[in-house]
C-alpha cells in the first residue's frame, strides 16, 4: 500500500496549486481520503476529505471556498486544487486513507486513518 502526494511548491499569495495523491496497494474506491496540513510548531490538521463511494466532502473553515477536493478512481488519484493560497496556508501536506470511511462533518481523524503517504511542501510567500 502507497500514497505519494506531490505538487507541493512555493508561490506567491493568490496564486494556485493542485496537490495529487497517486495511490496503489488498494481499491481507491473503497477508501476515504483525507488531507492534513502541518505547519512548522503547529499540530498536525486535517484540511479536507473525500469519502468513499459516495463522494461526500469536508473542508476545514479556513480553506472554505478556496480549496477543492476532487477523486478520479480510474488513475487512482485524490486531487486538492488549492486556490487564492494565502501565508498561513503554508504548510507540509499529508494524505491519508481509511477504509471505508465516510467523510463526516468533523473531518478526517488523524488517528484513525489506515495509511498515510510522505507529505509535499507548500510554501506561500511574496
Known amino acids: 500500500v502507497q500514497l505519494q502526494a506531490s505538487g507541493g511548491g512555493l508561490v506567491q499569495p493568490g496564486s494556485s496549486l493542485r496537490l495529487s495523491c497517486a495511490v496503489s496497494g488498494f481499491t481507491l474506491d473503497d477508501y476515504g481520503i483525507g488531507w492534513f496540513r502541518q505547519a512548522p510548531g503547529k499540530e498536525r490538521e486535517g484540511v479536507s476529505c473525500?469519502?468513499?463511494?459516495?463522494?461526500?466532502?469536508y473542508y476545514v473553515d479556513s480553506v472554505k471556498g478556496r480549496f477543492t477536493i476532487s477523486r478520479d478512481n480510474a488513475k487512482n488519484t485524490v486531487y486538492l486544487q488549492m486556490n487564492n493560497l494565502e501565508a498561513e496556508d503554508t504548510a507540509v501536506y499529508y494524505c491519508?486513507?481509511?477504509?471505508?470511511?465516510?467523510?463526516?462533518?468533523?473531518?478526517?481523524?488523524?488517528?484513525?486513518?489506515?495509511?498515510w503517504g510522505k507529505g509535499t511542501q507548500v510554501t506561500v510567500s511574496s
Open positions: 491519508a486513507a481509511r477504509a471505508y470511511y465516510y467523510c463526516s462533518v468533523y473531518g478526517p481523524p488523524i488517528s484513525a486513518m489506515d495509511y
Open positions: 473525500i469519502g468513499s463511494s459516495v463522494d461526500n466532502t
